[in-house]
Each structure stands twice: as structure tokens, then as C-alpha cells.
């Protein structure tokens, strides 16, 4: 069991009763409860690790509005697959999520369809727009737990200063997607060699640092909360660590894709759209700085940013196609395969930026595995090599550049307030 919450990583048995964490104990011994109920259903887990259930803060479910890419159902099955037990999901929907009726409308449609806990995130402007702020204190106390103007940034400094000011009342985040849109314009990549030979439009690296710079100056003139959403280069890191370090009430994210591709996936696959993204795959320098803000405590939190469009749309020239790929079942295992096998990063670590901080950051009480808790359990096989596969997907998209990459290290399998709701029978494991 690692539980970076407690401390632990530790060879322990686990008893849950009523959705809750019931009783750790050394295997063999005897615990308050003597030995296991009788009708217990028993996860053998030997040869596994045993994590609390990880948490992803940036999803997009779609619904209402965009069935066609996904739905809570299939999204937080996706999410179960992946070993997420918790995601939280951006207001970009149709109609937006601006208000009491969408959020209560996600919460209900979660509670009766989802299979993981899903926690909505509301609009920081009316309409997501831009101009005025959203009804947040309606959202807030119908289950909101932070405000973003995701798929586009808060559109000015004074609606970030408005936004950073109110939901002081609230203690919850403003999460930025931090964008120069004036710079950005039509670019379709990262703007640098790889766009110039291959003739796209390009999005500097520096459209993204100026956000950075903008949010971080408010926050600091208003001491609100803010968190930064996917930050992709060396640049944004920085100017993060010296808030930090300033005493900033900032936390960020980054994305498995940002850490494992540059944008010479681009041209090595051949315009595949399934490389475009927002933000866009930087240089190999700005990856190296984003694995060292995850070593360093610069970055908080692992999200994936799932962004699932049905094939016909992602199916378009380069040009046209639109930003995002999907994320829920395959971060996992290319973090375990390609950042902890490889010692770049301990598992501990990693289950913190997935578990503990970003329930932190959404103040959310998830992320431990301490006695009391929530039994939200993930289970992961550090042994269980196999490809990534989308045609076995649970979500409804299919718009990844990961398909076919043989990967060692999966979740096996996800439990929710001490429901199994996913589980790999693999060969070989009893
Ligand atoms: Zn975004």
C-alpha cells in the first residue's frame, strides 16, 4: 500500500466496511475486528499496488450537449478503466455550465449514470464569455468545486480580479487555461523549427507565459486562489516557482502528453490531428522543465485534459481538426511505463500529483487512505505489460496519438466507495 497521505508504503491488508476504509493491518495479524467478516468479498492484491483512488481534475464529459463525443456514463466508465475514482469536469458544456440548472443537472446525471464520483466545475464568466461573472454561489452550493473558463481563458484581467476576489468567500480555485489569444490567433502548434518546416500556423510558447504572468499578478494583488491548468512550457514553470517561493496562493497541472511528446510528434506522424492539442506540444526543452517541475514540487498535479471528439471531426486536415485528445485510459500506464520505470519518478510521488494534491487543490475530502476515509481504492499492476488498444476503450472517443504503444504497468482495478467498479482479469494473477 503506498498512501503518501499517511506516510505509507507498506505491506498492509485493507478492510473496508460501508464505503469506508475500516482497518489496516500487517498481513497475518489480527486486527480490532478479529478476523475478516464473514461475507467479505476479498481482492487478493499480492504483487500489486494499493493506492488511494486517483483523482483527475481536468476532464471534459460533454454532457449536456455533445453525446456524441461522450457522456457521463461513458466518461466516468472511461475514467473507472483508467483507475481515476474521482474526476472533475469543465463547464464547457451545451449549454454551458453557467449556473444552478447545469450543475444540478451534471450532480443528478453522475449520481444516477456515473460509476465514479464526478465533481463539476463552473463557468467563472455568464455564458463562459467573458464579460460578467457567473452565478458562483449558486454553483458552489450545488456541488461546484472551482470556477474555469476552460476551452478558453478568462477574457480579462479585470474578470480574473473579479473572479479571484469573490470566490475567496467560497475557498475554491479559478482555474485557468492560460492563452494569448491575440498571439495564438489561428495557430495550430507549437510555433518554432517543427511548424516552420512543416508550413502551420504556430502558437509561441510565449502566448502562454503572458497569461501566466497576467494570472499570477492578480493573484498576487488579491491573494485569491488560482490554479493554472495544463502548463506546457519552461517559461510558465518559472515564473510559478518564484510565485511560490513569493508566498502565492498557486498551484498548476500538467498533462501525460506534455511530458512525454514534443511537437516532433507532429511531423513524425504525419499531421496526425491526434497530435493537436491546446495547449500544443512544445520542445524537448520545455518537457525536460515541466519532468523537473514534477521532481521539484513546481507542479501539483497530473491531469489529463480528456478531450474526446468523435473520429469524424478529429478526421480533417490538421488545419481544421479540432484541439484535444482523450486521456482517461492511457495516463496511467505511460506514466508508470515511461516516468516510474525508468526512475524519473518515484511511486510515491506519483500518487500524490494524482491523488492527494489534486483533491487538495479541489478541496475535496479524497486522496487518503487513512481509517475513516473513503474507500476509493486504485490497484495498479506494475508487472502487466500490454499495448494500448482503442478499440477497448470505454469512452465513446477514440481521438489518441498512444494507440498501439506497448506500455508495462495498469490498473487493475477501481473501487468506489467500496464498490469494484472495474477489474482486470489478467493471466496469471490469481
Ligand atoms: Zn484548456
Keep these: 500500500m503506498i498512501d503518501p497521505a499517511t506516510g505509507t508504503d507498506a505491506l498492509l491488508d485493507l478492510l473496508v466496511v460501508d464505503g ?33 483512488g486517483f483523482v483527475d481534475m481536468h476532464v471534459h464529459l460533454r454532457e449536456p450537449g455533445q453525446e456524441h463525443k461522450e457522456t457521463i456514463e461513458t466518461g466516468t466508465r472511461a475514467a473507472a478503466a483508467g483507475g481515476f475514482t474521482s474526476v472533475a469536469c469543465m463547464p464547457n458544456t451545451e449549454p454551458v455550465n453557467d449556473g444552478l440548472a447545469v450543475t444540478e443537472y451534471v450532480v443528478t446525471e453522475a449520481r444516477r449514470r456515473g460509476v465514479v464520483n464526478v465533481f463539476p466545475i463552473g463557468c467563472v464568466s455568464k455564458g463562459g464569455r467573458g464579460d460578467e461573472l457567473a452565478e458562483i454561489g449558486d454553483m458552489v452550493r450545488s456541488g461546484a468545486v472551482a470556477v474555469s473558463d476552460d476551452g478558453h481563458p478568462v477574457k480579462s484581467s479585470y474578470l480574473m480580479r473579479m473572479a479571484l476576489e469573490y470566490t475567496k468567500i467560497f475557498d475554491i480555485p479559478v482555474i485557468d487555461h492560460c492563452e494569448d489569444r491575440s498571439l495564438t490567433a489561428d495557430g495550430v502548434m507549437h510555433e518554432g523549427y517543427v511548424s516552420t518546416v512543416l508550413g502551420l500556423e504556430g502558437m509561441p510558447a510565449a502566448a502562454e507565459e503572458i497569461a501566466v504572468g497576467s494570472d499570477l499578478a492578480i493573484a498576487a494583488m488579491t491573494q485569491g486562489r488560482l490554479h493554472l491548468a495544463h502548463l506546457s512550457t519552461r517559461g510558465s514553470l518559472e515564473k510559478v516557482r518564484r510565485a511560490k517561493a513569493d508566498g502565492l496562493r498557486v498551484t498548476c497541472e500538467v498533462t501525460p502528453h506534455h511530458l512525454l511528446l514534443t511537437a516532433d510528434a507532429v511531423m513524425e506522424s504525419d499531421y496526425d490531428p491526434n497530435t493537436k492539442m491546446n495547449p500544443p506540444l512544445r520542445t524537448e526543452e520545455d518537457r525536460r522543465a515541466l519532468l523537473e517541475g514534477l521532481r521539484d514540487g513546481t507542479i501539483d498535479v497530473i491531469a489529463t485534459d480528456h478531450a474526446p471528439h468523435h473520429a469524424d471531426e478529429k478526421l480533417q486536415e490538421f488545419d481544421d481538426a479540432p484541439f484535444g485528445i482523450v486521456g482517461l485510459e492511457t495516463a496511467i500506464p505511460l506514466l508508470l511505463d515511461r516516468l516510474v520505470r525508468p526512475g524519473i519518478l518515484d511511486l510515491p510521488r506519483l500518487v500524490t500529483l494524482l491523488s492527494v494534491n489534486p483533491a487538495r487543490v479541489l478541496g475535496i475530502k479524497k486522496g487518503s487512505l487513512a481509517i475513516g476515509e473513503d474507500a476509493d481504492i486504485t490497484i495498479l499492476d506494475p508487472d502487466l505489460k500490454r499495448a494500448v488498444d482503442v478499440a477497448a476503450f470505454r469512452s465513446k472517443s477514440r481521438n489518441t496519438p498512444f494507440h498501439g504503444w506497448m506500455l508495462q504497468g495498469w490498473p487493475v482495478a477501481t473501487v468506489v466507495g467500496g464498490r469494484l467498479v472495474h477489474e482486470v482479469q489478467a493471466a496469471g494473477r490469481p
Design 20 to 52: 469506508r476504509i475500516e482497518e489496516r493491518r500487517p498481513p497475518g495479524t489480527r486486527g480490532e475486528r478479529g478476523t475478516t467478516p464473514s461475507g467479505t468479498r476479498v481482492i487478493e492484491a499480492r504483487g500489486l499496488v494499493v493506492c488511494p
